[in-house]
């Protein structure tokens, strides 16, 4: 709440990454949890004017649930390109890009050492990328790296043993 309370004039826009646990609809902080709706909310365009028209970029590592990914094994691929529209008027929650470590419901992954998969891929992605790409084209590379570079690797634990993982990424 008190970093919605600045001047935020002089900002092209904002970025806030969470990392800690969680589980779906709920994050975990030291002392307490919170809704992530709780934490966007302070940043929409009435309640931070300084922001409105402006991108508010939230990086989230944490888990969305205990479900597991297994995977699977594709033969094809098929790519597909859509549509974009753009509005000059806008609503109080526009200009909002949140990305998730896992889809709702999924558990997300880190490796002891190193940490966090998306955090990993998001680190790679902008120090190799993020001059050159837009966000949303750099998220689309993190997704990518995350499902395919990554897989669990514990195998005295036959559940949680070569299981994926892809993050989620939403704009409003």
Known sequence: QQISEIDHTESDCLLIAV??????GMLYAKDT??????LFYHFTADRCPTLAGKPKIFFIQACQGDKLDGGITLSNRTETDGLSSASYRIPTHADFLIAYSTVPGYYSWRNTT???????ALCEELRYSGADRDILTLLTFVA???????????PDMPTMHQQKQ???INSM
């Open 19 to 24: 990392l800690s646990h969680g589980e779906l």
């Open 33 to 38: 949890h919170y809704k992530p709706d709780n």
């Open 114 to 120: 190193r940490g966090s998969w998306f955090m990993q």
């Open 144 to 154: 990518q790296r995350v499902a395919l570079d990554f897989e669990s690797n514990t």
């Open 166 to 168: 892809v993050p989620c």
